[in-house]
């Protein structure tokens, strides 16, 4: 409801269906398209955003249930919302799949084994997609943000929000909403133009985990 009545209160002119499921639920993920009111049954814009890691271990000491729950969020979750929602964008002949991936899913780093082969997964997964679709009016986009603020992402990760806090010491992140733009950007395009990657980085981050934490000037010179 916190999210209906804030969307409604930026866009009072249009309809709004909002429903919790769990993607790695699978059995609940099959009834969502027949749960969907009428006029939300024609998906046209499938955004896979549900993720999450879990731990920072060496490829020796990862926890099976930990990498399972990633396995399942990240890439099982994706499969399956796409099997339930892309038929549907064949048959009508239009339609954008959107998946969120991560930096983590181009450069493997230390002690992000199970994340970044949910991510490099995912990545394959939508590369894979876009060839299957080739053929359609149906477009298929890959996002991968680099550092990004503001969310539950490096707390739940860590397991504090004191431990999340230190990893966005003297940089300036991304922001959800900077991420969100992406979206926008990819979904609004021309129907002809079909963006496939977007690979998007704090200023002041050049990969997974190489960061300059320059501060709030972004490392301009002092005057």
Do not use: W
């Amino acid at each position: 409801n916190d999210v209906k009545n804030e969307l409604l209160s930026l866009y009072p002119n249009i309809k709004i269906y909002i429903q919790s499921v769990d993607v790695t639920d699978y059995k609940q993920l099959e009834k969502l398209p027949s749960q969907l009111p009428i006029e939300f049954k024609d998906v046209e814009i499938l955004v896979n955003n549900a993720g999450l890691a879990l731990g920072v271990t060496s490829v020796d000491q990862n926890s099976i249930t930990d990498a399972k729950t990633v396995l399942d969020t990240n890439v099982l979750g994706v499969i399956a919302l796409c099997s339930l929602f892309v038929p549907g964008m064949k048959a009508r002949g239009s339609g954008h799949i959107i998946n969120m991936g991560s930096v983590a899913g181009h450069h493997a780093y230390i002690s992000g084994s199970v994340y970044n082969a949910s991510k490099y997964a995912v990545h394959g997964f939508t590369s894979a997609a876009r060839h299957d679709l080739a053929g359609t009016p149906i477009r298929v986009t890959h996002i991968s943000p680099g550092m990004v603020g503001n969310t539950e992402f490096s707390t739940v990760r860590l397991g504090s929000e004191e431990k999340a806090k230190s990893v966005y010491d003297n940089i300036v992140a991304l922001t959800p909403e900077d991420v969100a733009d992406n979206v926008i950007y990819a979904a609004t395009r021309p129907a002809h133009v079909q963006i496939a990657d977007i690979i998007v980085y704090a200023t002041n981050q050049s990969g997974p985990r190489d960061i300059v934490r320059a501060g709030a000037s972004l490392g301009a010179p002092i005057k």
